[in-house]
């Protein structure tokens, strides 16, 4: 069985918030839709491992952030490569939220509509909690296309990937100390002490690497103490050596 065929059904991405007594949660979740009309109902679908599932067990009420395509790859990470159990991702992403009529909150940037709901029902599923939820309110935030689960997947996961990887190749000057990335053109003259490309030498490639047990990057070289993933932004201290 070629379970990629199941990427072909139309996710979208979305932030789930909720509140229990002042505490803030929130996580990523790609299945939420609608169900009825009258009364406007949807069904969002969260991993039991998920902090944020047990909080909404608790308090029964919940936000969909629907995200748009101007959300980046450091948002979707925020809450999705770390655990509310340890970090208040509300505060930590960055970006600008808002809490709603039931003090639960929502991104107020970086997404398209936003959908406040309590829930009236629960599904256990094996490894997943479907919560049935009554929509109490609905707003559009933003005139960007929400952004699909394939969008992520294509666009903003692999440019955040190129963007973080290592030059194949890199060459330094040995009058000046300027690294250039990638081929080294036989006419090329350095930037900044204008000497020819023969003064250049190959940088040799590190001899070690460090795999982040959370999101998978791996970082080439020796790993700085204050090391941050560039993807989920956890500490140096969740890299593996291989």
Known sequence: MDVTALFKLGYGLYVIGTEVDGQLSGCTANSVMQITSDPVQIVVGLNKANYTNEMIHKSGKLTVSILDKSAEMDLIANFGFQSSRTADKFHTSGQPFVVDGQQVPYLSEHTSAVLSAKVVNTVDCGTHTLFLCEVVDAQVLSKEEPMSYAYYHSDVKNKKKAESAA????????ICGHVHDGALPEDFVCPLCKQPAKVFQKVEAPKESWKCSICGHVHEGPLPE????PLCKQPAKVFVKQ
């Open 167 to 174: 030059p194949a190749e890199q060459w330094k000057c040995s």
């Open 226 to 229: 204050d090391f941050v993933c």
